[in-house]
């Protein structure tokens, strides 16, 4: 064997990447009579009968440091911010004194200071102001809404497994009309993966899923994917697990090949009707990346430069499952 043989042999043996080979789409293996809609439907009933406390994902957490952030969950208006102690604070948007929006306010010394009048919030409750349970996961912002939520309230939020040791995260926000449970269905259709999405998936395979009939423990209710992702001409297969731990959550868990724990969390958060009276759904999703592999402490430290191509790359397949979502609440909503 020569020597540029012997290092292109070793470089296979050593790489997570494969050389994937050129496919027809149209000459993939159809998905349509695998992806019965009992199936998808019974998983969805079943993740909308899970608790969640009233908590709600809203914002990436690193999107929360020195000015106020402003949101809207299920038609309420929020502000969060962070207090000298790098506390996470969420509260009603509305200035309780004229009604200002707190979220063009400034923060001063951890305090939020209203734009109009100069009113000082510390983030207790104060002037008929009343602060709302907040919960900072290091990934996410969570807020808890009693009124909207209408569960039995929890402490803290269900926050999905995530990997142990040297992780990298990049999150992405992304709204569609459509409602939480739209965009929930969709990830629990894994067969729409390489026909929907090529550019990102291959070799895309149902290997168990959840029988429509039976009503599953929240450990036994998983999808068992083999895929193979996309980069450029190369790509990286993997074994996924599939799993909705809440009404508005599903998880993809990579259980074996590169990056195993690595996890997605797809979070989808009720934002409230739009100006057409339609409801409208913020996809929140975070991408937590994992490698046993020596070399990824280094990719940790070019993280600046690599989560913005990570958010790019979710965006682009949220762009058309949103779409997918989207179509799915009108012909729903037509039935």
């Not at 050389?19 to 909308?48: G, N």
């Not at 914002?59 to 969060?80: C, L, M, N």
């Not at 990934?139 to 569960?151: P, S």
């Not at 868990?253 to 996890?263: A, L, N, P, Q």
Request: proline residues 9%; aromatic residues 8%; hydrophobic residues 40%.
């Amino acid at each position: 064997m020569s020597k540029l043989g012997g290092l292109t042999a070793k470089w296979a043996k050593s790489s997570p990447f494969k050389v994937l080979p050129r496919e027809q789409w149209a000459r993939q293996r159809p998905t349509y009579k695998d992806a019965e809609p009992a199936i998808i439907d019974a998983a969805l009933q079943r993740s909308q009968r899970r608790p969640t406390g009233n908590w709600y994902a809203f914002a990436s957490s690193e999107t929360i440091r020195k000015r106020p952030h402003g949101a809207s969950v299920g038609g309420v208006e929020v502000v969060a911010w962070r207090d000298m102690d790098d506390t996470l604070h969420v509260g009603p948007a509305t200035c309780p004194h004229l009604g200002a929006d707190l979220a063009t306010g400034t923060v001063d010394c951890g305090a939020l200071i209203c734009p109009w009048h100069g009113l000082r919030l510390e983030g207790g409750r104060e002037f008929g102001w009343k602060p709302y349970p907040a919960y900072d996961d290091g990934v996410l912002a969570w807020v808890r809404l009693d009124r909207i939520g209408g569960e039995e309230p929890t402490d803290v939020p269900v926050v999905p497994a995530r990997p142990e040791g040297a992780s990298m995260h990049a999150v992405t926000r992304l709204v569609g009309t459509c409602e939480p449970s739209d965009i929930i269905a969709n990830r629990l259709d894994p067969w729409h993966g390489a026909w929907y999405h090529p550019y990102s998936f291959a070799h895309l395979d149902v290997l168990s899923a959840p029988p429509a009939d039976v009503d599953l423990a929240e450990e036994q209710d998983r999808f068992l994917v083999p895929v193979t992702f996309h980069i450029g001409r190369f790509g990286v297969p993997v074994v996924a697990e599939f799993s909705a731990p809440g009404p508005r959550t599903i998880v993809m868990r990579i259980v074996d090949g590169e990056g195993t724990g690595s996890v997605v969390e797809t979070h989808a958060t009720p934002v409230g009707p739009g100006p057409d009276g339609l409801p409208r759904s913020a996809v929140i999703e975070a991408v937590i990346a994992h490698s046993d592999r020596p070399g990824f402490v280094h990719a940790l430290r070019a993280r600046p430069l690599i989560a913005p191509f990570m958010r790019g790359a979710a965006a682009r397949l949220w762009r058309d499952d949103l779409a997918y979502a989207e179509r799915r609440y009108r012909v729903r909503s037509r039935g």
